[in-house]
Nanobody, 128 residues
């Protein structure tokens, strides 16, 4: 079991920044991929970014490339730095974890169905 707890959401004006945190516990994360997904009202949950814990390989959705950055520290926390926020970034942001059983593909890193563990989510609202 991996427990995930997100924090750092809030209300920000367009063009502003927020940093989300996801504290992970319960397992050694060296074999895991940690990802961020988001879901806006009435829309499907979509991939935002992911990081391979050991290799530090990162993956991003096209919509956030150049604006968002995923990172992790040595204390089992994953971060999502969000800059130049837009109203369309408004959503509940979820942290998720998967442990790939085969060499990870980009498609797997971006697929929510590959992630077994999920946090409760944190709301991000960007006003225009």
């Amino acid at each position: 079991q991996v427990q995930l707890v997100e924090s750092g959401g809030g209300l920000v004006q367009a063009g502003g920044s927020l940093r989300l945190s996801c504290a992970a516990s319960g397992r050694t994360l060296s074999s895991y991929v940690l990802g961020w997904f988001r879901q806006a009202p009435g829309l499907e949950r979509e991939f935002v970014a992911a990081i391979r814990w050991s290799e530090l390989t990162t993956y991003y959705a096209d919509s956030v490339k150049g604006r968002f950055a995923i990172s992790r520290d040595t204390a089992n926390t994953v971060y999502l730095q969000m800059n130049n926020l837009k109203p369309e970034d408004t959503a509940v942001y979820y942290c998720a974890a998967q442990r790939p059983e085969s060499p990870l593909t980009t498609a797997q890193a971006m697929n929510s169905k590959e992630y077994r563990y999920w946090g409760q989510g944190t709301q991000v609202t960007v006003s225009s």
